[in-house]
């Protein structure tokens, strides 16, 4: 098995941004050497300094799946594969929308620092780590609905890719979390010529494409928005949420022996 997760409101609580619930079930897939692969809207720098705390080598795959970090043969780093345009490419982009739509949003570029620890509840610090950004764009839109829906239909038209995180809209190429899970459990399969079994776990709408290349989906249920809605029926909705529904997803795969108990 290789267990790929979301962070926010998956792993982390929706507000907090705390994992402690889930410890016991990280532990867990540690000494079972399950590997675990942070799946996230989070930038290298967030997710490097997660990896730490959480004594992680596995390989991650950063904002909604257009960097994926491979871990080095020789140890300690991983190198970095990028499938689309950089950051920069994006905001060019986001410009030319700014004379239709520039008043029903912000974006993390033009925010100082402050103003996104205020939109996210981060600490100064991991809010600054959040705009080192290298392959899009968070957006901040504070317009209504059905002009988010036009401004979503105009970025596409211009050859963007937008995905609805917890919070934000992210701009960004044709990227996903569905095509980076297969990208590296295919690159699993290769290193230890057997197939492997794909387990995911996530919350949101910018969660559904790796839901659904998963051999067994969870979504974990969000204080904030309704189940986002697959192709196929997910194994598990958790009854808790974030850390806490991480944790009774664990144990029911490990129940039902799916994972080995
Ligand atoms: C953003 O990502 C979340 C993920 O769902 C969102 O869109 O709400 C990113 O900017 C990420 O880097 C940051 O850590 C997070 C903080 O809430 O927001
Ligand atoms: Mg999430
Ligand atoms: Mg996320």
Redesign the pocket.
Known sequence: WIVFTDL??TLLDHHSYSYEAALPAIKYLQEQQIPIVLTT???QA?VSQLQQELQLSSPFIVENGAGIYWPCTTGGEHVAHSMCSPREHWLALLEQLKPEFGQHFSH?AELNPKDVVEL?G?SLADAEK?NQRAYGE?IHWYGDQSLKRSFIEKATSLGAHILE????L?MSGNVDKGQALQWVAKRYQQHYSKPVQTLALGD?Q?DIAMLNAADKAVIVRSPVHPPPELQRPPSLITQYLGPEGWFEAINYFIADSSIPN
């Open positions: 926010d409101g809207s989070k930038t967030e993390f996210t981060l959040a968070p995180g917890g919070r934000f992210h949101s910018n």
